[in-house]
């Protein structure tokens, strides 16, 4: 399934997903005057986790992102986080959409949700970037690797985020977190290559040298909206998982489009990269670290870090599993994802095998 055609666009609001338009109007007549209907309301294709809504009106668009309805995990959907770090980086300079209002008071539309403005661009949904030319294609990787080392290299003390998260302790933290709501999710089973990671991850971490910066958690070119005919970053989106954490673990995230095949979201695995003017894993991870002026991983431990992100990212999966068993599932495409859960745990796993 093409990734572009899958997640590409808006379309009428899904079953289940519906607002009350009345009420959410009546609200932000009273909190963001600005914001003036009528609306024409459309629902993302995209969006694995909180529904995202496209709101037209006849002079201006907006974006409204929701906590999904019904019960959600412990830490999961966090909105309210989301509304709070876009704030803090637009107020920086950093590219994400302006933030115009926040509602935690579930009366409104049955549950927390934020607006924000819409930042008009180009997404690529396909990570290779079709339909650039080698010489675009390199332009725009090194947009991508230029905007999160900026990103790992602000001051979370200037930003207001200091407290955003717990600095330190960043791997030991996560693979407690993501552990936990894998094997408390009994709705959607277990995986034998998931449990294995369980055990194996806490054993190997690598030692923490303290680094902590506001990390993305979901760093990928199809979160990101570009200028329509340049390698400009107009807008960084989806900042639901971020948190105060180590930079190699988010940029070793990012840094998996090389690792995962092309049936899932965000690989590569198996281009011809050279052709396709995309730098090698090499060079991309040696750029960056040049940006943030870091000694690039060891063997050992670039071979936790793909482990430790693609467990997580697979966690992510066992999570749309729960919430299609739940009913709760944001995406129309969530059952792809879910099915990519044992594939991807064994892809994590091999990860632990490779040669230091």
Known sequence: MSQTITFEGSGPVRAGHELPVERLTAWLQ??????????????????QSNPTYRLDTPGKSYVLRRKPGGPVLKGAH???????????????????????????????????????????GRIFWS???????????????????????RLHSLDIQALGLG?????????ARQIQRWSRQYQEDDLAGRDPDMDRLVAWLPENMPEDDGA?????????????????????????????????????????YHLMMYRLPPSMIGGFAGADLKALGIPSEADYLAAYCERVDRAPPTADELRFYMAFNMFRLAAIFHGIMGRIARGTAASAHAQTMADNLPALAALAWAQTETTS
């Open 127 to 149: 990570p290779t970037l079709p339909d650039l030319t080698p010489d675009q294609r390199a332009a725009h990787f090194d947009a991508l690797n230029a905007t999160i080392a």
């Open 212 to 252: 902590a910066c506001v990390v993305h958690g979901d760093f990928r070119a199809d979160n990101l909206i570009f200028a329509p005919d340049s390698a400009e970053v107009r807008a960084v989106l989806d900042w639901e998982l971020s948190t105060l954490g180590h930079p190699m673990g988010d940029f070793t």
């Open 30 to 47: 009273q909190q963001a005057p600005d914001v003036r209907g009528p609306f024409d309301i459309r629902q993302f294709n995209g969006g």
């Open 163 to 171: 407290d955003y998260g717990r600095p330190g302790a960043f791997f």
């Open 78 to 120: 966090a909105v309210e986080r989301e509304h709070r770090v876009i704030s803090a980086l637009h107020a920086a300079g950093f590219p994400v959409p302006a933030p115009l209002a926040l509602c935690e008071d579930e009366a409104v539309i049955g549950s927390t949700f934020m607006v924000m403005e819409m930042v008009e």
